[in-house]
């Protein structure tokens, strides 16, 4: 299977700065079959790219995904306060589906 | 609006088992496929098992095969995880999700809690 990590675990950062996530595959993800999930305490994951670079429905544009093979990113570019949770990345063109351990965006 | 709802956790011993439910609205819930995750709180999301919009087309993590069957009924916009021979390590939030046409997970349910427990 598919292993992603995501790095770092905990990234703590400050309203209006840039988030940089980043996710790596151990074998190339097929057809940019990559997605980000952002999830808050109690909720359900929320889809934000899929594609690897196309957001979703209604994902504000400061979202932004990127990157194929091995090596995918997800770039938040002014921090806003509702934006503080736990990301993941999943490949799904593979089986099976797999997802990363997540990255903790913390309010420093 | 599209909504997922499922029904069916609570606590169970070990060896037991259960049903879990996923009552789909707002979409046309025969074209598309659904998936069971799980997520043990405050940990990572793990894959369970997906079915095709057809019923037919079934998958599951290795650590479910044999134990758990996933099913559809479409007059009932219903999706179904038959959890049997339950284990400790089975305990967590599963969430269903529908299957966009990519195959990522456009939308989610609010989960449901499975405790596998003496």
């Known amino acids: 299977e598919i292993v992603l990590t995501q790095s770092p675990g905990t990234l703590s950062l400050s309203p209006g700065e840039r988030a940089t996530l980043s996710c790596r595959a151990s074998?190339?993800?097929?057809?940019?079959?990559l997605a980000w999930y952002q999830q808050k305490p109690g909720q359900a994951p929320r889809l934000l790219i899929h594609?690897?670079?196309s957001r979703a429905t209604g994902i504000p544009d400061r979202f932004s995904g990127s990157g194929s093979g091995t090596d995918f990113t997800l770039t938040i570019s002014r921090l806003e306060p509702e934006d503080f949770a736990v990301y993941f990345c999943?490949?799904?063109?593979?089986?099976?589906?797999?997802f990363g351990q997540g990255t903790r965006l913390e309010i420093k | 609006e599209v909504q997922l709802v499922e029904s069916g956790g609570g606590l169970v011993q070990p060896g037991g088992s259960l049903r879990l439910s996923c009552a789909a609205s707002?979409?046309?819930?025969?074209?598309?496929?659904m998936h069971w995750v799980r997520q043990v709180p405050g940990k990572g999301l793990v894959w369970v098992s997906r079915v095709g919009n057809d019923g037919v087309a079934t998958a599951y993590a290795d650590s479910v095969e044999g134990r758990f069957t996933i099913s559809r009924d479409s007059a009932k916009n219903t999706a179904y995880l038959q959890m049997n021979s339950l284990r400790v390590e089975d305990t967590a939030v599963y969430y269903c999700?529908?299957?966009?046409?990519?195959?990522?997970?456009?939308?989610w349910g609010q989960g449901t809690l499975v405790t596998v427990s003496s």
């Open positions: 999943q490949q799904y063109g593979t089986s099976p589906i797999t």
């Open positions: 707002g979409f046309a819930f025969s074209g598309y496929w």
């Open positions: 594609g690897a670079s």
């Open positions: 999700a529908r299957s966009s046409s990519w195959g990522d997970f456009d939308y």
């Open positions: 074998q190339s993800v097929i057809r940019t079959s």
